[in-house]
């Protein structure tokens, strides 16, 4: 990359007196159980501006957010508004003060009509009754404060979602806010609906309101931001004028020189392994292209992407989770049915799920009872379950995943994150499938069960069984794979042989830019 890195233009740099922080964070520090997500993160966002936030998969850009709009607390740092120390202990206190959030689940009464989300709260009224002329009117001036064209009576459920974010935000400018925070606004746009919200970002910007605008398409953050904040693994790397940056920049502070050592060696793939999965042109109705690919006996195929690339979607596809699927998976060649999950668990199909908590796991039940649940016809007699075959069978399969299975009745919601993942596991792998669909398998679970982890996925390997490990972190992939595949929009764009892609075009594939620039040369 030729020229000089962009200067930091962050709290620590030098500030300019015209631009007066509205927002400012300092040493901002979020855990989860054992995992630190941020790490001592401080930010200036000015009145009147458009603040980029970017980072890859799990670099903290959302957790973030949800501090800065009460959403989440920290557990150290502090935050001023205009100059005056808050802590918010909910999003409504984040809103007295004028902060708000647009996260990419919106949060809006679908039955109610626009109007009323919209004022919600703060009816305009008389005499303790609401009046439905001073809504109309009150709702009219937001309209032609903002130039949005949208029906007031109109039911918020039954609208597009680029019109239900155009509630969001005359919802925010309702309730005066000062700072709108947008989390991937575009990520279920059309290009035209995407340029429609630029424009807002622009007048909002122009009405002084300040953006912190959180996206993965790089391009469209530079198009709109004054400042843009790049972040990595929960650190603020540093922050940079819009103007000064570049695409390269940007992704070069993104990549940084993290790598994680803790992986077992893959075992190489017999050439003459056959294959076990082969999914044909699957798709959702309505997208334009499908998904092909493969994995053979004792393979691990990796799948790399951004938030909304669709990996979670494909998971589920090739499950039978998802509806509205068109295309072929097979398994050892024999045609699987993808209408039900049951169909493709009986074909020889396993899904662990990226949330053990709301997918796959009952956190008040026995480990035993969690690790069985999804095979009890095997344990079970002219319609009752023989007890001691099973506790035997669910004995075992922990003791395989190093779980101590003493404590069998107990509930695994007592145990810690990487125990419970290897309870998952267990529950996934005592009906010995031939394709084992692996979604975010170590996301919560400290450093010891991760190297535990991918030691239970190598001995799979030996038994010639093919699985399919998605992650939104580059470095597990890429080490635990032996291909490595991109998605982007819901489509693989590229593949590459695990052990000769390097982080910077796998990234640059996910983001969809091009990879002539030689900006990895600055990663140290």
Known sequence: MSGAPAPDVSAGGESRPQDTPILQADGIVKSFGRSRVL?????????????????????????LGKILSGVLRPDEGTMRVGGTPVAFSSPADALRAGVTIMQQELSLAPDLTVRENVLLGQQPSRFGVVSRRLLRRQFSELLDRTGFEIDGGARVGALPIAKQQEVEILRALARGARVIIMDEPTSALSAQDGERLHAVVGSLRDSGIAVIYVSHFLEEVLALSD??????????????????????????????????????PLPPVAPEAKPVLEVRGLRRRGQEAGVDLTVRAGEVLGLFGLVGAGRSELAHAMFGALGGVTGEVLVDGRPVDLSRPVTAMASGIALLPESRKDQGLFLGMSQHRNATMASLDDFSRAGFIRGDVERRAARDELEAMGVNPVALTSPVGVLSGGNQQKVLFAKTLLRRPRVLILDEPTRGVDIGARRAIYDIVVSLLAGGMAIVLISSEYDKVAQMSHRLSVLREGRIVESFDAGEVSHDAALAAAFGVSTQSNFIKEVT
């Open 227 to 264: 400042e843009v904040t790049i972040m990595r693994n929960g650190q603020r790397v540093r922050t940079v004028a819009a103007q000064e940056a570049t695409i390269d920049t940007l992704v070069t502070h993104m990549l940084g020189g993290a790598h994680d050592a803790n992986f077992p």
């Open 39 to 63: 790490e001592h993160v401080s930010l200036v966002v000015r009145a009147g501006s458009v603040h980029g936030l970017v980072g890859e998969n799990g670099a903290g850009k959302s957790t």
